[in-house]
T-cell receptor, first 114, second 115 residues
Framework: DTAVSQTPKYLVTQMGNDKSIKCEQN?????MYWYKQDSKKFLKIMFS???????INETVPNRFSPKSPDKAHLNLHINSLELGDSAVYFC?????????????FGSGTQLSVL | AQKITQTQPGMFVQEKEAVTLDCTYD???????LFWYKQPSSGEMIFLIY??????QNATEGRYSLNFQKARKSANLVISASQLGDSAMYFC????????????FGTGTSLTVIP
């Protein structure tokens, strides 16, 4: 049973298109995240979201938007894709009320914008 | 200021030797957690070890140990008896109690184990 699952694993698309990446966790966590990992392997937080608040990294373009239909899902929508959006996107989840609770990662989505 | 600093972009170690990967952190929160993750070439993020700010002893998990020096704000990962499968990127991360949702990651260290 996969704890944090995201789909698709690979996404190849043209510039200007709109795409979504889905994420689901079955751990009962209350907070979910999206991270972007660039070609230099830097991990950058994009969003964190629980049922109380959405925290957006101010450097994230507003073409990116998280959508959470319920606590177990946090999808990432990207509008008007650009070449620079090519990266690996990781979904993750955690519990907020336990400081020692680690971050559980999905397997990543390799996005290639042509 | 960077919350997590990893100053070693790349490291090499001979198989069966021990290696230390450096991590320093910056926080004014007395309560925080420190984590290490491994990312092999396959891409997944694998949790290795956790150290809490109030823990008196250094954390250990099998061949992994965390050299926690609170006054120096360092949380170095020590891998003993390196194996070829240890070749990967290693990320240090911190979670502060006062910003409980946020995990801060370092830039990573690429470790190569030489046979």
């Amino acid at each position: 049973d996969t704890a944090v699952s995201q789909t698709p694993k690979y996404l190849v698309t043209q510039m200007g298109n709109d795409k979504s990446i889905k994420c689901e966790q079955n751990l009962g966590h209350d907070t979910m995240y999206w991270y972007k990992q660039d070609s230099k392997k830097f991990l950058k937080i994009m969003f964190s979201y629980n049922n109380k608040e959405l925290i957006i990294n101010e450097t994230v373009p507003n073409r990116f938007s998280p959508k959470s239909p319920d606590k177990a899902h946090l999808n990432l929508h990207i509008n008007s894709l650009e070449l620079g959006d090519s990266a690996v996107y990781f979904c993750a989840s955690s519990l907020t009320d336990r400081g020692n609770e680690k971050l559980f990662f999905g397997s990543g989505t390799q996005l290639s914008v042509l | 200021a960077q919350k997590i600093t990893q100053t070693q972009p790349g490291m090499f170690v001979q198989e069966k030797e021990a290696v230390t990967l450096d991590c320093t952190y910056d926080t004014s929160d007395p309560s925080y957690g420190l984590f290490w993750y491994k990312q092999p070439s396959s891409g997944e993020m694998i949790f290795l070890i956790y150290q809490g700010s109030y823990d008196q002893q250094n954390a250990t998990e099998g061949r992994y140990s965390l050299n926690f020096q609170k006054a120096r704000k360092s949380a170095n990962l020590v891998i003993s008896a390196s194996q070829l499968g240890d070749s990967a990127m290693y990320f240090c991360a911190m979670r502060e109690a006062n910003t409980g949702n946020q995990f801060y990651f370092g830039t990573g260290t690429s470790l190569t184990v030489i046979p």
